[in-house]
């Protein structure tokens, strides 16, 4: 099930880890990166940066991360500690260091969620919301709520649903950059799938407005798209969308690791029992989710681990068993809270 962090702030270990120019980073949509830059300001609507001594400016939803040099320095005490972070984001905000005080306080709200502390990420995030109304960061409110209820499967639908549909509202009423508001849009789509033909057509919309503008919402749309299709059995058209999403330059870790899910699956779906080598290719898709898309949604990584124990299961080769366990065990350590440790402990 897919979530957000489009992740302005959620790659805390890129963040800390030194820029070999000594220089900030803007990572874009499209893949590339502006790199010898200082960041000076960054609202909902842009970017601002110095290059060369020039000022120069990037629409903000067309940026997916910042990689600030002295984010490490400052938040050194909070990089593995949300309290600290938050401790610091505030100091910062006192100091109307606006810049760093947002990235502070979503940063600790994302290490709250991983935490299964939401009440504590929630107030974060809405305390930076009500201080820095016009942050960069402020979409980033809406994201790690949505991708939290989301996270909780069924029951957490209803809340997702109002998270998005206020998104929609907000960037509609305060004309936020069309990134945005086509993101608030794919997001609604997500927390309402009861019509498979209704939602897939509301997914058809999102790719059609996403193409060539946001290509990480229009792949991750078309991601959720081939999952609804394999889900009504229209397994070869699904394929056809994870081989394009997984063979594609650029793409980012959420959709890759949806596409090597859903080609999992439907290996799973499709083979005969007794297909061992099929069944080892299936687990071994999951795996990758795990592996080779270490920073794609929390969800995903959870949804991977429990059919990693279906396809281990079915499989049954050399150490199956040993897989089976531990994927359980990262399952109740890092995603207890979720819909896939519960299933996993049937």
Same mark, same amino acid.
């Given at each position: ?13 890129? +963040? ?28 909902? %609507? ?29 938040? %050194? ?13 505030? &100091? ?27 009440? &504590? ?98 792949? !991750?749309?078309?991601?959720? +798209?081939?999952?609804?299709? !394999? ?52 687990? +071994?898709?999951?795996?990758?989710? !795990? ?24 499989? %049954? ?11 359980? !065990?990262?399952?109740? &350590? ?11 402990? %049937?």
């Amino acid at each position: 099930m897919p979530m957000t962090r489009l992740s302005i702030v959620g790659l805390l270990a890129a +963040l800390a880890l030194p820029v070999a120019a000594q220089d900030d980073v803007i990572h874009l949509v499209n893949g590339t990166s502006v790199t010898g830059v200082r960041v000076t300001a960054f609202d909902v %609507r842009n970017v601002k940066y110095t290059r060369g001594g020039a000022t120069e400016q990037t629409p903000s939803d067309q940026v997916v991360r910042l990689e600030l040099k002295k984010f490490a320095d400052v938040y %050194r005490r909070g990089l593995k500690d949300p309290g600290l972070m938050l401790t610091v984001a505030r &100091e910062k905000l006192a100091d109307k260091d606006v810049l760093l005080a947002q990235l502070g306080f979503v940063g600790a709200a994302a290490q709250f969620f991983d935490a299964d502390q939401p009440g &504590e990420a929630v107030g974060a995030l809405e305390e930076m919301q009500k201080a820095i109304p016009e942050a960069g960061a402020v979409t980033e409110v809406y994201r790690q709520k949505f991708e939290y209820y989301m996270g909780l499967g069924g029951k957490g639908l209803g809340s997702a649903a109002q998270v998005a549909k206020k998104y929609l509202a907000d960037a509609n009423q305060n004309a936020w950059p069309n990134g945005f508001m086509l993101e608030a849009e794919f997001f609604v789509a997500l927390s309402d799938r009861k019509d498979p033909k209704d939602f897939q057509s509301k997914l058809k919309s999102v790719i059609g407005k996403a193409s060539g503008t946001s290509p990480v919402i229009a792949n !991750r749309a078309n991601i959720e +798209l081939a999952h609804s299709l !394999r889900e009504t059995k229209d397994a070869d058209g699904a394929q056809r969308i994870y081989d394009e999403i997984s063979k594609k330059e650029g793409v980012d870790g959420s959709s890759r690791a949806g596409a090597y899910l859903g080609t999992g699956k439907i290996l799973l779906e499709k083979t005969a029992a007794g297909d061992k080598e099929s069944f080892k290719k299936a687990l +071994l898709l999951f795996l990758r989710v !795990r592996l080779d898309t270490k920073d794609a949604w929390p969800s995903l990584q959870a949804e991977a681990l429990y059919h990693a124990i279906l396809a281990a299961d079915k499989w %049954r080769g050399p150490e199956y068993g040993l897989v089976m366990v531990r994927c359980r !065990r990262l399952l109740n &350590e890092e995603f207890r809270e979720t819909e896939w440790a519960e299933k996993a402990k %049937r």
